[in-house]
T-cell receptor
Framework: DTGVSQNPRHKITKRGQNVTFRCDPI?????LYWYRQTLGQGPEFLTY????????KSRLLSDRFSAERPKGSFSTLEIQRTEQGDSAMYLC???????????FGSGTRLTVV | GQQLNQSPQSMFIQEGEDVSMNCTSS?????WLWYKQDPGEGPVLLIA?????ELTSNGRLTAQFGITRKDSFLNISASIPSDVGIYFC????????????FGEGTQLTVNP
C-alpha cells in the first residue's frame, strides 16, 4: 500500500492552456474524491466517484472542469482554458466506505500565470 | 463555502504545553475527522470520530465528538516541535453523501 499518489506535484501553466492531473488511489478503495484548496483555506469538495461512476459534483466544478475514472482505478482531472483563479492545490482522496480510511494524496499545486 | 467554524485560527505555544482547538457548526454531523497538514503536502488523518460523545485518543492526541453532534475538539498534550502545522477539522453529514466539509484550520507554532 503506497498511499494515494498524485502527479504532477507541481504545474505552472499559462492562462488559457489546458491541464490534466492524475490520481492513483489506494488499490482496495472504491471511492475517489477530488478537492481544491486555496491558500489559508480548508479543502473544498469538487467531485467523487464510486468505482467508475461519478456520483456527485460540486457547484465549484464549472463546465471547464472534467473528471474521469475510466476503469474504476486511477482518475484524471482536466481543466480547460485555465484562469488565474484556478491556481490552487488540487487534492485527491480515496476511501473504501463513505469516510472510513479517507486518505488524501500530497496534491498537485497548480499555478496559472 | 465553509460551514465549520474552527478556532483559534492560530496558536503560539512553548514546547511541553498542552493545546486545545475546536470546531462548531450549526448543522449536525455524523462523523468528525481531524487532520494535520504540513506545507506543500496533503492532509494526514489524525483521529476519526463516528459516534456522538465518543472520546478517542491517538498517542498525545485526544478528540471528542460533541453530544449535540454539532461540535468537536482536539487536544494535544505535551507539545513538541514536530507538532507544528495546520490542523483541520472535517465533518460528514448524513445529507451530504461522501463529501467532507472542512474548517478553516488552526495554525500551530511550537517554540522550542
Amino acid at each position: 500500500d503506497t498511499g494515494v499518489s498524485q502527479n504532477p506535484r507541481h504545474k505552472i501553466t499559462k492562462r488559457g492552456q489546458n491541464v490534466t492531473f492524475r490520481c492513483d488511489p489506494i488499490s482496495e478503495h472504491n471511492r475517489l474524491y477530488w478537492y481544491r484548496q486555496t491558500l489559508g483555506q480548508g479543502p473544498e469538495f469538487l467531485t467523487y466517484f464510486q468505482n467508475e461512476a461519478q456520483l456527485e459534483k460540486s457547484r465549484l466544478l464549472s463546465d471547464r472542469f472534467s473528471a474521469e475514472r475510466p476503469k474504476g482505478s486511477f482518475s484524471t482531472l482536466e481543466i480547460q482554458r485555465t484562469e488565474q483563479g484556478d491556481s490552487a492545490m488540487y487534492l485527491c482522496a480515496s476511501s473504501w466506505d463513505r469516510v472510513y480510511g479517507y486518505t488524501f494524496g500530497s496534491g498537485t499545486r497548480l499555478t496559472v500565470v | 463555502g465553509q460551514q465549520l467554524n474552527q478556532s483559534p485560527q492560530s496558536m503560539f505555544i512553548q514546547e511541553g504545553e498542552d493545546v486545545s482547538m475546536n470546531c462548531t457548526s450549526s448543522s449536525i454531523f455524523n462523523t468528525w475527522l481531524w487532520y494535520k497538514q504540513d506545507p506543500g503536502e496533503g492532509p494526514v488523518l489524525l483521529i476519526a470520530l463516528y459516534k456522538a460523545g465518543e472520546l478517542t485518543s491517538n498517542g498525545r492526541l485526544t478528540a471528542q465528538f460533541g453530544i449535540t453532534r454539532k461540535d468537536s475538539f482536539l487536544n494535544i498534550s505535551a507539545s513538541i516541535p514536530s507538532d507544528v502545522g495546520i490542523y483541520f477539522c472535517a465533518g460528514q453529514r448524513e445529507t451530504s453523501g461522501s463529501r467532507l466539509t472542512f474548517g478553516e484550520g488552526t495554525q500551530l507554532t511550537v517554540n522550542p
